[in-house]
């Protein structure tokens, strides 16, 4: 499957990770993601097989009981905008 | 090299005092880490309380640990009470963790001293420890060329005897590739051998903390100390340890495999030469040795950088500038507050590996980039299940070639990703693996030998490579900078 890194993709791919693409990043950034992309079309060779999809992990869920928490001052401690306990967010409601 | 062991048992025999090993450290840290800059976080105050603390057991006689009082370091990616954690980012740059990694509280009700925070590449992103917000860190062995990464400041301060063994991550090969380019030993345990709970995320089916130190024996010691189930996290489990008391004899019986794929065109010469004679060693000690095929390899690269890269967008969407982390200012709207704290926060390795996750799991191409690349881990695993059949252990290089030049690698981002040819398989299939130093090239810079194990069988790797280390003494071999100490001569 040949993908080409356009303007228009990269930009739509930076609106849905959250991200800006710096206008003197955009070409090595471009070049870059496209030369990746074209190193993984080597899994175009992989045979087709009926393999298993398997997790790595041998999952144990803890019970569903409470226990104690961390405080809230400790847990807002970090954030950049504190009020009340609450982190603070420009407006998003008129 | 003395090793971590060594180092608790002069503790406990009263041959050493934890304060004085303490600040033997902190003056090495203090001399020659303004070279490396492996450091990125110095808690002088906490280590000395805790020094104080080992040393009152010790007195008493009543240690918690075999290694109660020795100093240790920890990869900035591993949250801790009180200390920066910034996974060597300006996004965390700031980030003073409120609550301790399980791995890190292990250590810390194991006796340990905390001093140091050590440099990675932002986020584990790397292979090189260069892109790190907090400035490249050195290699001990020639200060020109690249540690490893990303557990680079782990394996560079072991290196150098700034602390006898820290703790490092390992998602592709970040503990065994730096290990070896530092010529330490570094293991990284069966996944779900040591709860990831408190690790901050890189590519969550893959991550795996562990140890780096001089020897193998400390490995397992320090394996010993931080495994086992944690109802923080479900993937973890009881199943590697104990592993201490599995060292020791020799390695008559043991079959071990060597791939074809991983001794041919692209390994430095030099690199070749050393593993197969760490292959003739280990049949000195009673393995049985044969080449075989293992297959499947071809895809190991472009498989792990499609799945990690997709957990990596994923994991790293946490970071919003609202709860922890650097917020942009005068941002208008919620939306640009958002964009703006995770542009100007992360650094450009980790942006570009957030734009290929979100690539290979938006729509229109998830199938054909992200569910063939689940099957081809499928496949991985099937082949290293085969080989397994038959053989106990394999053995491979844990890279092509020694420690690359400052800035070499960057240039070529590729050429990078595929430096990891012989680690990531290994993440990709959950198996433990130690990296062993195997001697020098002929510019003196170390080569590393990897044995790879089944799942869960993490204590015939370490088994192994105790031997090996037992008969040999490559792993006591330290870089010109290293110049001798009391503790880490």
């Known amino acids: ?94 | 090299m003395t090793t971590a062991l060594e180092i608790g048992q002069r503790l406990q025999n009263g041959e050493l005092c934890a304060e004085e090993l303490l600040s033997e450290s902190l003056s090495r840290v203090k001399a020659l880490d303004k070279d490396l800059n492996s450091v990125v976080g110095l808690y002088e105050e906490q280590a000395f309380e805790q020094a104080r603390a080992a040393q009152k057991r010790l007195d008493q006689k009543q240690p918690l640990s075999a290694l109660d009082g020795v100093p240790t370091g920890l990869k900035d990616l591993l949250c801790a009470l009180g200390q920066r954690s910034a996974a060597g980012s300006k996004m965390l740059g700031s980030f003073v963790s409120p609550y301790d990694a399980s791995a890190v509280a292990k250590l810390r009700a194991a006796g340990a001293v905390m001093p140091l925070r050590l440099n990675m590449d932002e986020f584990a992103m790397g292979s090189t420890t260069e892109t790190s917000f907090f400035g490249q860190t050195k290699n001990p062995w020639d200060l020109a060329r690249v540690p490893g990464g990303s557990s680079g400041g782990s394996a560079a301060a072991v290196a150098a005897g700034l602390v006898p063994y820290a703790l490092g991550s390992d998602t592709g090969g970040s503990i065994r590739q730096p290990a070896s380019h530092c010529g330490v030993t570094g293991f990284k345990p069966s996944y779900g051998a040591v709860s990831r709970y408190g690790l901050i995320a890189y590519a969550s089916s893959l991550d795996q903390i562990g140890p780096i130190a001089p020897s193998a024996r400390d490995c397992a010691a320090v394996l010993d100390l931080i495994s086992g189930a944690d109802p923080h996290d479900a993937t973890s489990s009881g199943l590697a340890a104990p592993t201490l008391p599995a060292l020791g004899g020799d390695l008559k019986g043991l079959r071990i495999g060597l791939p074809e794929e991983c001794f041919g065109d692209g390994v430095e010469h030099a690199v070749r030469e050393r593993v197969l004679a760490v292959a003739e060693a280990l049949k000195g000690l009673g393995a049985s040795v044969e080449r075989f095929r293992l297959g499947g390899l071809e895809y190991a690269v472009p498989t792990y950088y499609i799945i990690a890269c997709a957990e990596a967008s994923s994991n790293l969407s946490r970071f919003d500038g609202v709860k922890y982390g650097h917020r942009a200012a005068n941002a208008p709207d919620l939306s640009s507050l958002y964009v703006n704290s995770r542009t100007e926060g992360f650094g450009p390795e980790v942006r570009k590996r957030i734009l290929l996750g979100t690539f290979v799991l938006s729509s229109g191409y998830y199938d054909a980039y992200y569910l063939k690349a689940v099957k081809a881990q499928a496949r991985i695993r099937q082949s290293y299940e085969s080989a397994f059949a038959r053989f106990d252990l394999i053995l491979t290089p844990v890279a092509p070639s020694t420690a690359p030049r400052l800035g070499e690698s960057l240039s070529d981002p590729l050429k990078m990703y595929l430096s990891d040819i012989f680690t990531v398989s290994v993440n990709l299939a959950g198996l433990p693996a130690l990296s062993v130093p195997a001697g020098l090239d002929e510019s003196r810079l170390p080569v590393g030998a990897q044995l790879i194990g089944r799942r869960f069988d993490d204590k015939t790797v370490l088994r192994a490579g105790d031997a090996f280390q037992r008969a040999t003494s490559f792993h006591s071999l330290t870089p010109p900078i290293h110049g001798g100490a009391r503790h880490a001569s």
């Open chain 1, 1 to 94: 499957m040949k993908i080409t890194i356009t303007d228009e993709s990269l930009d739509y791919l930076a609106a849905l990770s959250r991200l800006s693409v710096p206008e003197g990043e955009r070409e090595t950034l471009k070049r870059e993601l496209q030369s990746l992309l074209d190193y993984m079309e080597l899994l175009d060779a992989l045979p087709e097989t009926e393999l298993q999809i398997q997790g790595q992990g041998r999952e144990t869920l803890r019970g569903d009981e409470v226990t104690p928490s961390y405080p809230v001052e400790a847990i807002t401690l970090n954030g950049a905008a504190v009020r009340g306990g609450a982190f603070q967010v420009p407006q998003t409601v008129e």
